[in-house]
């Protein structure tokens, strides 16, 4: 009997975590029923109910395996983190326990994986959300493909069902704060993508704020392209010429209409103005890059576990 591994990050859930639970079994009980569910809970240092609620279901439930982190280390970081526990044929790589990404698609990802595909990935063509959240989303994407290396689809996210061999090269990046989908993305393999209708959240609030999406957005940027680096050089030596040839046209025109009248006062405040910001841009490009790189050369655990439920030493 082949395994389906699903991996549910959460964080403050407890109105949604044994609704998820109960949901996936169902779902696997009525059209898996020859496939067996491992389902790898990583909780990111709940401050409610949670992670009682999922000590009880472990202890009910040897399918369930669970990881509760020591601090909240972000979504993505205790997920690659739960990843690496999945023992499983083929991997769902990411069920949020709020089913804002519909369970009932794991039915057609196994059928597609089993008739020969290793990557089935869901996009979320149709999102329950406002309009201002759903177009920057699409600015973003199409940002990202005119930068990167990689063609990332718009509106796939890390709802995805994967071959084992898939997670073993996804989890031989050693990245510090994986993008998921743009690791996945970039392994290759056959992949198919299926289209589905993003759920509004029915119980509880979302954790993912502007603040936080913006984190994502530019650590995708900055992981998948050197494309910001090469704007600053080019744009550094547009700048340069654009000077000369402005100096040159002062000096012309002061040959040939030459006056006793200061000249220039306001081009030069604006220069100077005008150079600072690019500077400043600059500099907080190349920041950014230090920074992910600081971190990675750090080293350090990618998440700290305070508990493991389910998990066997050897898993560990």
């Known amino acids: ?35 067996r569910l491992e389902h790898i809970f990583v909780d990111n240092a709940s401050t409610d109910r949670t992670p009682e609620i999922l000590r009880e279901m472990a202890a009910k439930d040897p399918t369930i395996r669970v990881v509760l982190n020591a601090r909240n280390f972000g979504v993505f970081r205790s997920t690659f983190n739960g990843l690496r526990y999945a023992t499983g044929d083929a991997v769902v ?21 089993q008739s020969g595909y290793d990557v089935v990935a869901g996009a979320r063509n149709i999102r329950e959300e406002g309009y201002f959240l759903r177009n920057a989303r699409g600015l973003f994407y199409r940002t990202l493909n005119r930068l990167s290396d990689v063609t990332l689809e718009p509106s ?5 069902l994967i071959d084992k061999k898939v997670l073993k090269a996804v989890l031989s990046h050693n990245d510090h704060y994986p993008y998921i989908r743009g690791i996945i993305a970039s392994c290759g393999f056959k992949r198919i993508i299926v289209p589905y209708t993003w759920k509004a959240r029915k119980r509880g609030l979302s954790k993912h704020n502007m603040g936080a999406l913006t984190d994502v957005a530019l650590n995708a940027i ?67 890059y230090i920074t992910a790189i600081h971190n990675q050369v750090r080293g350090g655990p990618l998440v700290i576990e305070e508990d493991r439920l389910n998990i066997d030493a050897d898993d560990a």
């Open 156 to 160: 796939v996210g890390e709802f995805q």
């Open 93 to 113: 790589v990411m069920l949020p326990v709020d089913l804002q990404d519909p369970p009932e698609m794991i039915p057609e990802f196994v059928q597609l994986w």
């Open 222 to 288: 900055f992981a998948f392209s050197r494309a910001p680096m090469r704007f600053c050089t080019i744009s550094g030596l547009v700048i340069a010429v654009g000077c000369i040839l402005f100096a040159l046209f002062e000096v012309l025109l002061f040959l040939i209409a030459p006056s006793d009248a200061p000249r220039g006062t306001m081009t030069i405040i604006v220069s100077l103005f005008f150079l600072s910001g690019i500077q400043l841009l600059f500099i907080g490009m190349l920041g950014e």
């Open 1 to 35: 009997m082949k395994t389906i591994s699903v991996v549910s990050p959460c964080y403050n859930e407890e109105d949604n975590v044994f609704q998820c639970y109960e949901t996936v079994r169902a779902i696997f009980a009525e059209h898996l029923p020859d496939y």
